[in-house]
């Protein structure tokens, strides 16, 4: 049983020290699955392209999902896709997160009232940490999606939360 | 055997002349924004998030109809007579309550469609795009000035009215006019 | 005959880094060898029919634009053609300049995304983002004009929904200037280099036969030799008063219709669409833009088909009205999809490294074929 | 006295041990939360079809073939360019032989076509059902000419 | 030499020989780190971008961020893989190409064993990567890792071919195999190293220059062909086999492979630099004789070193952002048909040459 | 170039009463209306005609007309009986520039149109679609499965104008 | 014990487990991982022997070419797709018990046997040795090789091609 | 225990032989035969190189050993393409069907 399986029922410095190390590191290399899906696909391209560039934030597209941390969904989720969606993100090794970008991937979007094909939100399949609303989002909302991820690994603790 | 030797020196020329381009480009400045720290400003057209100005809509439901997505709930309620609503800015009296304005932003579709028929322009695009959520339920916003109570007592308000009228006219055995501002809500 | 090997069912996508998308080839191999590709699509099926079934003339156009997303404007084109057409209007000579420049901005921004996904997918990384940031610009002159980067809502039936930015045609004006140095870059740096020609030429040859027999359009018709583009052959707007060329392949590095043909296609048409821009920034006149947008469109019962040049081929519309507010039926003609339905014979007998070559040559939009 | 050969039988423990450790520290930090689906193999997210152990072209062994010989006679050319220079020309011309020996077994692979990898052999589309007679229209008239490769 | 100094100071020669083997492991470490973020930095300013930017000065922790992650990595053994060897691959790949660092002499003071097979047991260690990379293909029971590693084994043994031959021609001009010898021989300035003729004398000097020249080419293209880079990285080409043999593997070792990878690239251009540029000699002599501080010869020579192998490193970098791939017969037909005669040619005029 | 009147009786002279009607009086496009079980001849007549050489199908499409006899159910939903679904041909010829509209009707509940997949390789694809939106079948037709849609979806044919949405699809629940 | 000893004690281990695992495992696919494992541990011992020319050359050959010519036999031959590759065993009894009793017998002979135990003093490299040895005693017995490679290389492949 | 001398090196290679021929005798694979030859043959250059050393032949044992890792290679090579070949022909490579293929 790793690390980061274990739930600490007290908070002391040693643990919260190597949490936040521990954190960083998951935080600052946040490899992605090189996988679009529909138009938002398209930004997020322009995301990795020159002028937005996610190296800066260490995302890199890695072809496998075996070697990845992050899954952006970034466009609408068919329900002919939304099995292999979920093969993929299941098939990523733990820890791991999911950026679901654009209208279509948070609800279904423009779709979601006739689409008969169309998965109303890809948080019915899979579990989403963040949303990042747009149709497209603009590349820097993407950005700004992944620095929401960021902070919110940054807050996860080995610390069992009280319950209260 | 020319071919042979065509083929080592084209092979190794446009290799190196590639290597030039990419070499050259090692030095030529980055176009990268920096983003967090660097913001581009956006042009004035630009469109991203919604807004309502809640004090000039009057509740007219023109937006909620243009919108091919259906993500604008609007629900109004009538002012019972000498209600003051106050004026748009450009100068329509309003007369609607607006009970309800919901735009589910994660549905909607960022096309503008619902900007040019507002006839007070109190529903345009802002540049605001960073508003990422953890949940998506926070997407889906309210614009509705009135506090709840306030809601609740408007619309009793405009319950009694109709009583009232619906009183009157039972009295007046008159048939009763439907009333046309109370839209049913579409999801 | 060497050693028979057993026949293997390679499975590439849907999530594949280079399907372009979510499309999925059951490829069945012998040694290394193709024996069949099947394509399986519909993963990106977003029911557009349906949809405008249920939506009025206006708001159809952001459903339209959602097809074939490299060419937003070249889709509400064409959509604006056909109900126009429908309806009769007649728009005024300013739109049909403004539509002229983004359509032909369109062509370039698109095939500048099918030229570094190629390279991307030969294995070049470097085109492809050099090219991303020089579409980086022209998204920049869209978003000046109508706020949006990749999904316009611009063109609408009768009009543009924005008048041209008072920068505007400056700012053309200069991405051209600048725009003509790259394609020789590019040049230079993949289409000429000996690698990138031996993975292409003589690779996915189309004869010109079977290309028309498929239905094949566009840039991929005419590396297979045919001089056909609707701006010239079905003349819409004003494209019959610009002066250009249409390339067609000729073999140049191999066989007509091989990839490289048809890629080096695209670089040849980036240069006509520059040259377009050219002329139609000098002869833009003044006027009003809003003139002939109808208040309410209700056309009379009736059909219609009509075509446009997309970056990807023949983008046509058959529209059936019958008489409502919303159309009854309207089916695209979606280039992508007809060229993508002989994706599986063209791949046969090559190997595996070949499909991923095809594929990118034929320069597919998921969006637009399964719409 | 430990020779060098030692070192290096000591640089291979090393190697083991590092990786033998890295694995071990990071199964103390890392996850393990299994899932179905996790543990089946990955194929672009579908379901495989078909194992993958399958026979491969012959090509790959022929290769291995070359090569094997060509090791050899590398391997024995090794010791002759050691010294051949103390032989003069005689030494010279036995490793000659040697070599053209072996480019006589290449040429032969050559000829026999050995060195070509299983190289494609495109099938072109057809039209289905074609016509009978297929005329040349104007239009599709297209002059070839050479383009300058600059 | 470093084993004396640490033998003389432990009093235990094995201790020493440890410390000695561990010094590379730092080194190789701190180098694959180092060659992570250039490769990263390297490509994004090719391509006008910054590459990483937000963790420390430019990003330079980033590949430290890398693995700290990459420690918390679940690590998957599918169902259906062969898990004894699918464990043991990268084992096998890793101390392949750790071994090769044995030979190389990073300086006169520090080899770490002195081989006098020095060329010949890099390319035999080499082989057992190869046997790993078939093993990882083979055990992951996967397609795309099957074909991949089938395919980066045929590349890796084809390209073995000129790369032998030129260090054939190597063996023939300098009458050694020691790295350590090879290094010492091209002393001196630049112009005593073998790519420009090597110490002989008079006129074959000259007459060499072209053949030795043609030779570090052949040796450089194949040398990063035995790597797995672009333009031959078809093993692992991502747009058509995904990942290649590495497909399943996640976590710490997949890291192993990274490792390898990378120490891979050092190792040929380390190879090359030891051939054919004078190895760890400096191109126009030392401070350390000038000032007279002999103790800092070394020191200036495992910098030479260093900057050599990095500079190839780069070059491999360079190439792999510049060029697309080639087409796995091409790749075959470029080491059959264009590489293995060009060497063997190459091999027989040298041959000659060197008799006269 | 030929007008679609002048195909028209070309056609109704050589296939009589398998060219059922030519319709002109709607605006826009005219359009010749032939036999479902004879298109396929029609079609290669056309193609391989020198006269008119029709070589390029533009686009085939499937329409539902629901022109039957509709009746409610129970939750406020349309079920159509009887009444025809169509299929148009839009063909062209791209040396003689001239463009044709067909059509077929076939009954709804048993809509068969004959597969011209061999005339028009696209055709294959169109007519996939066709089956998988509107439950047109194409006899003949090599690989009738479904292409846009799931294999196993079974709820019926989308673009039909009384298609119900399922509740649920493998699990995942379909509206909103 | 000292460190040669040790050395030598598991190399041989090496060998001789991996060997037998080669002869006795199911799976073909380990007996050539195996395989790979005697490989070393006899290049191990050559080292010991001094001979690490003929080591290096035995990793060349053996690993680098042998093995993996074998690996892609193996792939070549095998119905892999169906049934795990597992090869039967025939005569395993008395096979086992033939070879045990010659392997009783002979290692008792050699036990037996005087040998005359004086190592010889090996030069550092035995590469010149030896190409001294090659070009003077054996340059003939070279090119014969050659031939013979040259033979072998032209009837391997023409077999291999071979309908 | 005494000192590693020659005849520990000839004791290895005794087993390695035997269980070699085990190889050879027991497996009905042709290329697990193969296997069981190289063993053999590995065997044998460990007493050439070991009576090299031991028995002060000087570097004949050494180049002989040289010699039969080559022959060794091109047997291998020679040996696995017959194999492929009767796999061609009988799609087995099971000796002892083989045989009965024949027949
Ligand atoms: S959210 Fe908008 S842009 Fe993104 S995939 Fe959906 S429709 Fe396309
Ligand atoms: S922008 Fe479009 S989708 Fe969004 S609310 Fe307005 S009309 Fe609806
Ligand atoms: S159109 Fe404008 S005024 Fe009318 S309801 Fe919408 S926001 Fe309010």
Redesign the pocket.
Same mark, same amino acid.
Request: hydrophobic share 50%; glycine share 6%.
């Given at each position: 049983m790793g690390l980061l399986d274990r739930e600490f029922t007290e908070d002391n410095i040693v643990i919260s020290k190597v949490d936040d190390f521990l954190n960083w590191g998951r935080l600052s290399s946040l490899w992605q699955v090189g996988f679009g899906l529909a138009c938002c696909a398209i930004e997020m391209m322009a995301t990795s392209a020159s002028h937005y560039d996610f190296d800066r934030f260490g995302v890199i597209p890695r072809p496998t999902p075996r070697q990845c941390d992050v899954i952006i969904i970034s466009g609408t989720v068919t329900f002919k896709m939304a099995t292999r969606v979920k093969r993929l993100y299941e098939q990523m090794p733990d820890p791991k997160y999911v950026i679901s970008m654009g209208s279509c991937a948070n609800c279904g979007g423009p779709y979601w009232e006739h689409g008969y094909h169309v998965l109303k939100g890809v948080d019915r399949v899979i579990p989403v940490d963040v949303y990042v609303p747009g149709c497209p989002p603009r590349p820097e909302a993407l950005l700004e999606g992944l620095m929401k991820l960021q902070e919110k690994i940054r807050n996860e603790s080995l610390v069992k939360k009280a319950i209260v | 055997m020319q071919e042979y030797f065509r083929n080592i020196w084209q092979g190794l020329s446009t290799v190196l002349t590639g290597m030039k381009i990419t070499f050259k480009h090692l030095f030529v400045p980055a176009v990268t924004i920096q983003y967090p720290d660097v913001k581009v400003p956006l042009p004035e057209r630009v469109r991203n998030r919604?807004y309502v100005n809640m004090d000039d809509c009057i509740g007219c439901d023109q #937006?909620a109809r243009?919108?091919?997505?259906n993500?604008?709930t609007i629900e109004t309620v009538k002012s019972v007579p000498g209600e003051d609503l106050g004026k748009t800015s450009n100068g329509k009296k309003k007369a609607l309550w607006v009970t309800q304005f919901e735009?589910d932003i994660a549905k909607?579709?960022? #096309?503008?469609?619902?900007v040019f028929p507002c006839p007070t322009e109190c529903i345009y695009m802002t540049d605001v795009y960073e508003f990422s959520e953890l949940e998506r339920e926070n997407l889906n916003f309210n614009f509705v000035t009135l506090s709840k109570e306030e809601i609740l007592q408007k619309k009793e308000n405009y319950a009694k009215l109709e009583a009232e009228k619906a009183a009157q006219k039972a009295a007046a055995a008159k048939p009763a006019v439907a009333n046309p501002e109370q839209k049913p809500t579409d999801n | 005959m060497a050693l028979k090997t057993e026949e293997m069912v390679l499975n590439m996508g849907p999530q594949h880094p280079s399907t372009h998308g979510v499309l999925r080839l059951e490829i069945e191999l012998d040694g290394e060898i193709i024996i069949n590709v099947k394509p399986h699509i519909g993963y990106l099926h977003r029911c557009f029919e349906k949809h405008c079934e249920a939506m009025t003339y206006p708001q159809i156009i952001?459903y339209v634009d959602r097809m074939d997303y490299l060419a937003s404007i070249y889709n509400e084109f064409g959509y604006a053609v056909a109900v126009e057409r429908l309806l009769d209007i007649k728009v005024p000579e300013r739109v049909e300049y403004i539509r002229v420049i983004m359509g032909e901005l369109q062509r370039i921004a698109s095939h500048t995304v099918a030229i570094g996904t190629y390279g991307l997918d030969i294995g070049a990384f470097t085109p492809f983002l050099f090219l991303f940031r020089d579409r980086e610009k022209i998204l920049s002159l869209f978003e000046m004009t109508c706020g949006a980067r990749l999904l316009y809502n611009y063109i609408w039936v009768g009009g543009v929904s924005h008048d041209l930015h008072p920068n505007f045609l400056r700012q053309t004006k200069e991405f051209i200037n600048y725009f003509k140095p790259i394609i020789t870059e590019i040049n230079n740096l993949l289409t000429y280099n000996k690698i990138f020609i031996e993975r292409t030429a003589n690779v996915g040859i189309l004869p010109l036969d079977a290309a028309i027999n498929y239905g094949i359009t566009g840039p991929n018709l005419r590396a297979s030799g045919l001089k056909w583009d609707l701006r010239r052959d079905d003349p819409y707007s004003i494209y019959d008063r610009f002066d250009f060329e249409i390339p067609v392949g000729k073999g140049w590095m191999g066989t007509v219709g091989d990839c490289w043909d048809r890629y080096y296609l695209r670089i040849l048409e980036m240069e006509q669409s520059l040259k377009i821009l050219e002329q139609a920034i000098e002869q833009i006149p003044d006027g009003d833009i809003t003139s002939a947008i109808p208040k309410r469109i209700k056309p009379p019962e009736g059909q219609i088909y009509a075509r446009v040049e997309n970056p990807r081929g023949e983008l046509g519309y058959f529209i059936m009205s019958k008489g409502g507010l919303q159309p009854w039926r309207v089916k695209v003609k979606a280039p992508s999809f007809v060229n993508m339905s002989i994706f599986g014979d063209l791949c046969r007998g090559h190997l595996i490294a070949d499909v991923v070559a095809i594929l990118g040559s034929i320069d597919i939009v998921l969006g637009e074929v399964d719409r | 006295m430990l020779t060098e050969f030692g070192k290096v039988f000591i640089f291979f423990l090393m190697a083991i041990i590092f990786v033998v450790i890295g694995v071990f520290v990071a199964s103390l930090i890392r996850a393990n939360r299994p899932t179905q689906e996790k543990y089946l193999i990955y194929e672009c997210g579908e379901n495989a079809l078909g194992s993958p152990w399958i026979k491969f072209n012959i090509r790959f062994y022929v290769v291995a073939l070359i090569f094997l010989i060509f090791d050899v006679e590398i391997v024995l050319l090794v010791p002759w360019a050691m010294v051949y220079q103390d032989y003069g020309f005689g030494g010279f011309i036995i490793g000659a032989i040697f070599l053209v020996l072996l480019a006589v077994g290449m040429v032969y692979e050559w000829r026999k076509g050995d060195l070509e990898w299983a190289r494609p052999y495109p099938i072109l589309p057809t039209v289905v059902k074609k016509r009978v007679k297929e005329e040349i229209i104007e239009n599709k008239a297209v002059t070839n000419q050479e383009i300058v490769v600059n | 030499m470093i084993f004396e100094f640490f033998a003389d100071l432990l009093g235990s020669q094995i201790l020493s020989a440890i410390i000695i083997a561990a010094l590379p492991l730092v080194f190789i470490i701190l180098y694959v780190l180092l060659a992570n973020w250039l490769e990263r930095k390297v490509s994004a300013h090719m391509q006008d971008r910054l590459g990483p930017m937000r963790v420390g000065w430019h990003g330079w922790l980033q590949p430290i961020a890398d693995m700290i992650k990459i420690l918390q990595k679940e690590d998957i053994v599918a169902k259906d893989a062969d898990r004894k060897l699918f464990s043991a691959a990268p084992v096998l790949v890793f101390v392949g190409c750790y071994a090769a660092f044995a030979a190389i002499p990073f300086s006169s003071a520090f080899v770490g064993a002195d081989l006098e097979l020095g060329l010949l047991y890099i390319l035999a260690v080499s082989s057992i990567v190869v046997a790993g990379i078939l093993m990882a293909g083979w055990a992951s029971n996967n397609k795309y890792a099957l074909i991949g590693a089938v395919r980066s084994a045929a590349q890796i043994i084809s390209y073995e071919i000129p790369t032998v031959f030129i260090i054939l021609c190597i063996i023939i001009v300098s009458g050694t195999l020691n790295l350590t010898t090879l290094s010492e021989q091209q002393s001196g300035t630049f112009l005593n190293w073998y790519i420009l003729g090597g110490d002989v004398e008079g006129w074959k000097k000259f007459a060499l220059i072209p053949f030795m020249f043609i030779g570090f080419i052949v040796m450089y293209i194949s040398s990063v062909a035995e790597s797995n880079r672009t333009p031959f990285d078809l093993p692992e080409a991502e747009s058509e086999l995904v990942a290649g043999y590495h497909t399943e593997y996640s976590g710490m070792k997949f890291a192993m492979y990274l490792f390898a990878e990378y120490a891979n690239m050092f190792v040929v251009s380390a190879l090359v630099v030891a051939m054919f540029l004078g190895g760890y000699q400096s191109p126009f002599g030392y401070v350390g004789d000038l000032i007279n501080v002999p103790w800092l010869i070394p020191i200036e020579q495992f910098f030479w070193f260093t900057v050599k192998g990095l500079f190839f490193v780069f070059v491999q970098m360079w190439l792999r952002w510049t060029l697309p791939r080639l087409r796995v017969d091409q790749l075959m037909a470029l080491c059959w048909k264009y590489l293995i005669p060009i060497a063997f040619v190459n091999l027989l005029i040298i041959s000659f040459l060197m008799i006269l | 170039m030929k007008s679609t009147q002048e195909i028209y009786n070309l056609l109704k002279e050589k296939f009589q009463e398998k060219v059922i009607q030519h319709l002109n009086t709607l605006p826009k496009e005219e359009v010749i209306e032939v036999r479902p079980e004879s298109i396929n001849e029609i079609v290669e007549f056309l193609r391989d005609d020198k006269e008119l050489h029709f070589d390029n199908l533009i686009l085939l499409s499937g329409v539902d007309d629901a022109n039957g006899s509709k009746n409610k159910l129970e939750d406020g939903t349309e079920e159509i009986t009887g009444g025809t679904l169509s299929v148009y041909y839009h063909i062209e010829s791209m040396d003689l520039r001239h463009k044709l509209v067909l059509k077929v009707s076939a009954p709804r509940e048993n809509p068969e149109v004959e597969s011209i997949y061999d005339v028009y390789g696209c055709a294959n694809w169109h007519e996939r679609e066709a089956f998988d939106m509107l439950g047109i079948i194409f006899k003949n037709h090599p690989d009738l499965t479904r292409i846009l849609m799931p294999y196993d979806w079974e709820f019926g044919y989308p673009l039909r104008k009384d298609y119900r949405n399922p509740e649920f699809y493998q699990g995942m629940k379909v509206p909103y | 014990m000292n460190l040669y000893d040790f050395i030598f004690y598991f190399f041989a281990a090496l060998t001789i487990v991996s060997a037998f695992f080669v002869v006795t495992t199911k799976n073909i696919i380990y007996a050539a991982f195996n395989l790979l494992l005697t490989f070393f541990g006899v290049a191990g011992i050559y080292v010991l022997l001094g001979a690490d020319f003929l080591a290096i050359v035995q990793l060349i050959i053996y690993v680098g070419g042998i093995l993996i010519l074998m690996l892609f036999g193996v792939m070549l031959t095998n119905k892999i797709t169906n049934v795990q590759i597992k090869t039967e065993a025939s005569f395993v009894i008395p096979a086992s018990i033939g070879v045990g009793l010659f392997a009783g017998v002979l290692i008792a002979i050699l036990l037996k046997t005087e040998w005359r135990n004086s190592p010889a003093d090996i030069p550092i490299s035995t590469l010149v040795p030896i190409g001294k040895l090659l070009m003077e005693e054996w340059a003939f017995v070279f090119i014969l090789l050659g031939v013979l490679l040259l033979i072998a290389l032209i009837g391997a492949a023409s077999i291999a091609r071979k309908e | 225990m005494m000192e590693v001398g020659l005849q520990h090196f000839l004791v290895v290679s005794a087993i390695l032989f035997s269980l070699g021929i085990f190889g050879v005798v027991t497996r009905k694979n042709a290329v697990m035969v193969l296997m069981g030859i190289e063993l053999i043959l590995n065997a044998a250059n460990i007493n050439f190189i070991a009576f090299a050393k031991y028995g002060n032949f000087g570097f004949d044992g050494q180049l002989i050993a040289l010699f039969v890792i080559v022959l060794a290679a091109a047997e291998a090579a020679i040996a696995l393409a017959i194999v492929l070949n009767i796999y061609k022909n009988f799609a087995t490579v099971n000796v002892d069907e083989i045989n009965k293929l024949k027949e």
């Amino acid at each position: 049983m790793g690390l980061l399986d274990r739930e600490f029922t007290e908070d002391n410095i040693v643990i919260s020290k190597v949490d936040d190390f521990l954190n960083w590191g998951r935080l600052s290399s946040l490899w992605q699955v090189g996988f679009g899906l529909a138009c938002c696909a398209i930004e997020m391209m322009a995301t990795s392209a020159s002028h937005y560039d996610f190296d800066r934030f260490g995302v890199i597209p890695r072809p496998t999902p075996r070697q990845c941390d992050v899954i952006i969904i970034s466009g609408t989720v068919t329900f002919k896709m939304a099995t292999r969606v979920k093969r993929l993100y299941e098939q990523m090794p733990d820890p791991k997160y999911v950026i679901s970008m654009g209208s279509c991937a948070n609800c279904g979007g423009p779709y979601w009232e006739h689409g008969y094909h169309v998965l109303k939100g890809v948080d019915r399949v899979i579990p989403v940490d963040v949303y990042v609303p747009g149709c497209p989002p603009r590349p820097e909302a993407l950005l700004e999606g992944l620095m929401k991820l960021q902070e919110k690994i940054r807050n996860e603790s080995l610390v069992k939360k009280a319950i209260v | 055997m020319q071919e042979y030797f065509r083929n080592i020196w084209q092979g190794l020329s446009t290799v190196l002349t590639g290597m030039k381009i990419t070499f050259k480009h090692l030095f030529v400045p980055a176009v990268t924004i920096q983003y967090p720290d660097v913001k581009v400003p956006l042009p004035e057209r630009v469109r991203n998030r919604l807004y309502v100005n809640m004090d000039d809509c009057i509740g007219c439901d023109q #937006c909620a109809r243009v919108c091919p997505v259906n993500c604008i709930t609007i629900e109004t309620v009538k002012s019972v007579p000498g209600e003051d609503l106050g004026k748009t800015s450009n100068g329509k009296k309003k007369a609607l309550w607006v009970t309800q304005f919901e735009i589910d932003i994660a549905k909607c579709c960022y #096309c503008q469609l619902c900007v040019f028929p507002c006839p007070t322009e109190c529903i345009y695009m802002t540049d605001v795009y960073e508003f990422s959520e953890l949940e998506r339920e926070n997407l889906n916003f309210n614009f509705v000035t009135l506090s709840k109570e306030e809601i609740l007592q408007k619309k009793e308000n405009y319950a009694k009215l109709e009583a009232e009228k619906a009183a009157q006219k039972a009295a007046a055995a008159k048939p009763a006019v439907a009333n046309p501002e109370q839209k049913p809500t579409d999801n | 005959m060497a050693l028979k090997t057993e026949e293997m069912v390679l499975n590439m996508g849907p999530q594949h880094p280079s399907t372009h998308g979510v499309l999925r080839l059951e490829i069945e191999l012998d040694g290394e060898i193709i024996i069949n590709v099947k394509p399986h699509i519909g993963y990106l099926h977003r029911c557009f029919e349906k949809h405008c079934e249920a939506m009025t003339y206006p708001q159809i156009i952001p459903y339209v634009d959602r097809m074939d997303y490299l060419a937003s404007i070249y889709n509400e084109f064409g959509y604006a053609v056909a109900v126009e057409r429908l309806l009769d209007i007649k728009v005024p000579e300013r739109v049909e300049y403004i539509r002229v420049i983004m359509g032909e901005l369109q062509r370039i921004a698109s095939h500048t995304v099918a030229i570094g996904t190629y390279g991307l997918d030969i294995g070049a990384f470097t085109p492809f983002l050099f090219l991303f940031r020089d579409r980086e610009k022209i998204l920049s002159l869209f978003e000046m004009t109508c706020g949006a980067r990749l999904l316009y809502n611009y063109i609408w039936v009768g009009g543009v929904s924005h008048d041209l930015h008072p920068n505007f045609l400056r700012q053309t004006k200069e991405f051209i200037n600048y725009f003509k140095p790259i394609i020789t870059e590019i040049n230079n740096l993949l289409t000429y280099n000996k690698i990138f020609i031996e993975r292409t030429a003589n690779v996915g040859i189309l004869p010109l036969d079977a290309a028309i027999n498929y239905g094949i359009t566009g840039p991929n018709l005419r590396a297979s030799g045919l001089k056909w583009d609707l701006r010239r052959d079905d003349p819409y707007s004003i494209y019959d008063r610009f002066d250009f060329e249409i390339p067609v392949g000729k073999g140049w590095m191999g066989t007509v219709g091989d990839c490289w043909d048809r890629y080096y296609l695209r670089i040849l048409e980036m240069e006509q669409s520059l040259k377009i821009l050219e002329q139609a920034i000098e002869q833009i006149p003044d006027g009003d833009i809003t003139s002939a947008i109808p208040k309410r469109i209700k056309p009379p019962e009736g059909q219609i088909y009509a075509r446009v040049e997309n970056p990807r081929g023949e983008l046509g519309y058959f529209i059936m009205s019958k008489g409502g507010l919303q159309p009854w039926r309207v089916k695209v003609k979606a280039p992508s999809f007809v060229n993508m339905s002989i994706f599986g014979d063209l791949c046969r007998g090559h190997l595996i490294a070949d499909v991923v070559a095809i594929l990118g040559s034929i320069d597919i939009v998921l969006g637009e074929v399964d719409r | 006295m430990l020779t060098e050969f030692g070192k290096v039988f000591i640089f291979f423990l090393m190697a083991i041990i590092f990786v033998v450790i890295g694995v071990f520290v990071a199964s103390l930090i890392r996850a393990n939360r299994p899932t179905q689906e996790k543990y089946l193999i990955y194929e672009c997210g579908e379901n495989a079809l078909g194992s993958p152990w399958i026979k491969f072209n012959i090509r790959f062994y022929v290769v291995a073939l070359i090569f094997l010989i060509f090791d050899v006679e590398i391997v024995l050319l090794v010791p002759w360019a050691m010294v051949y220079q103390d032989y003069g020309f005689g030494g010279f011309i036995i490793g000659a032989i040697f070599l053209v020996l072996l480019a006589v077994g290449m040429v032969y692979e050559w000829r026999k076509g050995d060195l070509e990898w299983a190289r494609p052999y495109p099938i072109l589309p057809t039209v289905v059902k074609k016509r009978v007679k297929e005329e040349i229209i104007e239009n599709k008239a297209v002059t070839n000419q050479e383009i300058v490769v600059n | 030499m470093i084993f004396e100094f640490f033998a003389d100071l432990l009093g235990s020669q094995i201790l020493s020989a440890i410390i000695i083997a561990a010094l590379p492991l730092v080194f190789i470490i701190l180098y694959v780190l180092l060659a992570n973020w250039l490769e990263r930095k390297v490509s994004a300013h090719m391509q006008d971008r910054l590459g990483p930017m937000r963790v420390g000065w430019h990003g330079w922790l980033q590949p430290i961020a890398d693995m700290i992650k990459i420690l918390q990595k679940e690590d998957i053994v599918a169902k259906d893989a062969d898990r004894k060897l699918f464990s043991a691959a990268p084992v096998l790949v890793f101390v392949g190409c750790y071994a090769a660092f044995a030979a190389i002499p990073f300086s006169s003071a520090f080899v770490g064993a002195d081989l006098e097979l020095g060329l010949l047991y890099i390319l035999a260690v080499s082989s057992i990567v190869v046997a790993g990379i078939l093993m990882a293909g083979w055990a992951s029971n996967n397609k795309y890792a099957l074909i991949g590693a089938v395919r980066s084994a045929a590349q890796i043994i084809s390209y073995e071919i000129p790369t032998v031959f030129i260090i054939l021609c190597i063996i023939i001009v300098s009458g050694t195999l020691n790295l350590t010898t090879l290094s010492e021989q091209q002393s001196g300035t630049f112009l005593n190293w073998y790519i420009l003729g090597g110490d002989v004398e008079g006129w074959k000097k000259f007459a060499l220059i072209p053949f030795m020249f043609i030779g570090f080419i052949v040796m450089y293209i194949s040398s990063v062909a035995e790597s797995n880079r672009t333009p031959f990285d078809l093993p692992e080409a991502e747009s058509e086999l995904v990942a290649g043999y590495h497909t399943e593997y996640s976590g710490m070792k997949f890291a192993m492979y990274l490792f390898a990878e990378y120490a891979n690239m050092f190792v040929v251009s380390a190879l090359v630099v030891a051939m054919f540029l004078g190895g760890y000699q400096s191109p126009f002599g030392y401070v350390g004789d000038l000032i007279n501080v002999p103790w800092l010869i070394p020191i200036e020579q495992f910098f030479w070193f260093t900057v050599k192998g990095l500079f190839f490193v780069f070059v491999q970098m360079w190439l792999r952002w510049t060029l697309p791939r080639l087409r796995v017969d091409q790749l075959m037909a470029l080491c059959w048909k264009y590489l293995i005669p060009i060497a063997f040619v190459n091999l027989l005029i040298i041959s000659f040459l060197m008799i006269l | 170039m030929k007008s679609t009147q002048e195909i028209y009786n070309l056609l109704k002279e050589k296939f009589q009463e398998k060219v059922i009607q030519h319709l002109n009086t709607l605006p826009k496009e005219e359009v010749i209306e032939v036999r479902p079980e004879s298109i396929n001849e029609i079609v290669e007549f056309l193609r391989d005609d020198k006269e008119l050489h029709f070589d390029n199908l533009i686009l085939l499409s499937g329409v539902d007309d629901a022109n039957g006899s509709k009746n409610k159910l129970e939750d406020g939903t349309e079920e159509i009986t009887g009444g025809t679904l169509s299929v148009y041909y839009h063909i062209e010829s791209m040396d003689l520039r001239h463009k044709l509209v067909l059509k077929v009707s076939a009954p709804r509940e048993n809509p068969e149109v004959e597969s011209i997949y061999d005339v028009y390789g696209c055709a294959n694809w169109h007519e996939r679609e066709a089956f998988d939106m509107l439950g047109i079948i194409f006899k003949n037709h090599p690989d009738l499965t479904r292409i846009l849609m799931p294999y196993d979806w079974e709820f019926g044919y989308p673009l039909r104008k009384d298609y119900r949405n399922p509740e649920f699809y493998q699990g995942m629940k379909v509206p909103y | 014990m000292n460190l040669y000893d040790f050395i030598f004690y598991f190399f041989a281990a090496l060998t001789i487990v991996s060997a037998f695992f080669v002869v006795t495992t199911k799976n073909i696919i380990y007996a050539a991982f195996n395989l790979l494992l005697t490989f070393f541990g006899v290049a191990g011992i050559y080292v010991l022997l001094g001979a690490d020319f003929l080591a290096i050359v035995q990793l060349i050959i053996y690993v680098g070419g042998i093995l993996i010519l074998m690996l892609f036999g193996v792939m070549l031959t095998n119905k892999i797709t169906n049934v795990q590759i597992k090869t039967e065993a025939s005569f395993v009894i008395p096979a086992s018990i033939g070879v045990g009793l010659f392997a009783g017998v002979l290692i008792a002979i050699l036990l037996k046997t005087e040998w005359r135990n004086s190592p010889a003093d090996i030069p550092i490299s035995t590469l010149v040795p030896i190409g001294k040895l090659l070009m003077e005693e054996w340059a003939f017995v070279f090119i014969l090789l050659g031939v013979l490679l040259l033979i072998a290389l032209i009837g391997a492949a023409s077999i291999a091609r071979k309908e | 225990m005494m000192e590693v001398g020659l005849q520990h090196f000839l004791v290895v290679s005794a087993i390695l032989f035997s269980l070699g021929i085990f190889g050879v005798v027991t497996r009905k694979n042709a290329v697990m035969v193969l296997m069981g030859i190289e063993l053999i043959l590995n065997a044998a250059n460990i007493n050439f190189i070991a009576f090299a050393k031991y028995g002060n032949f000087g570097f004949d044992g050494q180049l002989i050993a040289l010699f039969v890792i080559v022959l060794a290679a091109a047997e291998a090579a020679i040996a696995l393409a017959i194999v492929l070949n009767i796999y061609k022909n009988f799609a087995t490579v099971n000796v002892d069907e083989i045989n009965k293929l024949k027949e």
